[in-house]
């Protein structure tokens, strides 16, 4: 509880920095904290349409994007991992896959899919996937050799040594791919917005900026600070009762 505190009265004083420094430099870029609550607070509740055709949409888009790519990674993560000699066919392609800048392949899938949902969610599956898939390599295959002796011996079937066994342990390693892509799905899915669409917080940054509302702009990407803030919360405490028949330390147990 202590921690909470300072961590939070640590931001309290930087935005407190913020406002007196805008209030002193009157610089129409970077309006102080107060004038862009309150941009925010017009923006998206006291316009109620607003949040619904802008930011739900961009909520909707980001989670599905999310969680495809973490079922896509984590199944084909386990499989490789177990298995050597995929990896060997595999890993060429998935190192020179991943290499390859996801907004430069936003105008190859605008040709495949067009502008729209389809679009926005390749675009977030492709560039979120990475994390999970190789945390999901990298945990199946530190499966204590212990653990998959023991499984030998006593014959259990596939199935159940891959959900019993290979997921648990490599459970830790995939909660810390699902964070890593969860703010990667933040980004791009504000990339993707940012072309070929009209709805979407993305584009409301890009209308801003064009009509030189700087303030609207600052509020944008504010909620998206608290959007990222408030899903990595979220995870972590799925993480936490997934994941609580592991030792924890005792920053972890203080935090």
Do not use: C
């Amino acid at each position: 509880m202590t921690k909470f505190f300072q961590r939070w009265t640590v931001f309290a004083g930087l935005v407190a920095v913020w406002q007196l420094l805008g209030w002193l430099a009157d610089d129409p870029f970077f309006p102080p904290p107060s004038e862009i609550l309150s941009a925010a607070w017009e923006w998206w509740v006291l316009e109620p349409q607003n949040f619904t055709e802008h930011v739900m949409p961009s909520i909707g888009r980001l989670l599905l994007g999310w969680a495809i790519a973490s079922v896509i990674g984590v199944a084909l993560g386990l499989l490789l991992g177990r298995s050597d000699r995929a990896m060997e066919y595999a890993g060429p392609l998935l190192v020179f896959l991943r290499s390859i800048p996801p907004p430069a392949l936003v105008p190859v899938f605008l040709l495949l899919f067009k502008a729209g949902t389809s679009m926005q969610l390749a675009t977030i599956v492709f560039g979120v996937i990475w994390p999970v898939l190789l945390n999901s390599v990298d945990g199946a295959r530190s499966v204590d050799v212990t653990k998959v002796d023991t499984s030998a011996v006593f014959r259990i079937p596939r199935w159940q040594w891959v959900l019993g066994v290979v997921l648990p342990a490599a459970s830790p390693k995939i909660f810390a791919g699902l964070r890593v892509s969860l703010s990667l799905s933040l980004v791009l899915m504000v990339i993707s917005e940012l072309v070929g669409t009209d709805n979407g917080i993305g584009s409301q940054l890009m209308q801003a900026q064009r009509e030189f509302d700087y303030t609207r702009m600052w509020a944008g990407i504010v909620l998206l600070g608290v959007l990222g803030y408030g899903l990595n919360t979220a995870l972590l405490a799925v993480e936490r009762r997934a994941l609580a028949w592991q030792p924890r330390s005792r920053d972890e147990q203080h935090a």
